[in-house]
Nanobody, 120 residues
Framework: QVLLVESGGGSVQAGGSLRLSCAAS??????MGWFRQPPGKEREGVAS????????YYADSVKGRFTISKDNAKNTVYLQMNSLKPEDTAMYYC???????????????WGQGTQVTVSS
């Protein structure tokens, strides 16, 4: 079991920025990343990163605006979110797994989530 704790959420105006952090309890995950669930909508993948190679993957809706990165020494993954839009409003969940990042349903472990709200 991998414990994941998110932080950094909050309320910002459109065009603003936030950086989310996800601290993991241990090493060993093959892929880590972020999902989000807007109110009344399905959960969707946002970004992911290989813990070893640092290769990254992004949803089309966030490409060019969001950047995922990691600090292996701290077992921490970050999501830098710039140029935020109201449609980015969602509960954001950190995730970890042992499958390829670009595979379906790669995530096996989930954090409790952190709320991001973007106002117009």
């Amino acid at each position: 079991q991998v414990l994941l704790v998110e932080s950094g959420g909050g309320s910002v105006q459109a065009g603003g920025s936030l950086r989310l952090s996800c601290a993991a309890s241990n090493d060993g995950s093959y892929c880590m990343g972020w999902f989000r669930q807007p109110p009344g909508k399905e959960r969707e993948g946002v970004a992911s990163i290989y813990t070893s190679s640092s290769s990254t993957y992004y949803a089309d809706s966030v490409k060019g605006r969001f950047t995922i990165s990691k600090d292996n020494a701290k077992n921490t993954v970050y999501l830098q979110m710039n140029s935020l839009k109201p449609e980015d409003t969602a509960m954001y969940y950190c995730a970890a797994g042992h499958k390829y990042c670009d595979s379906d349903n790669w995530a096996s472990y989930w954090g409790q989530g952190t709320q991001v709200t973007v106002s117009s």
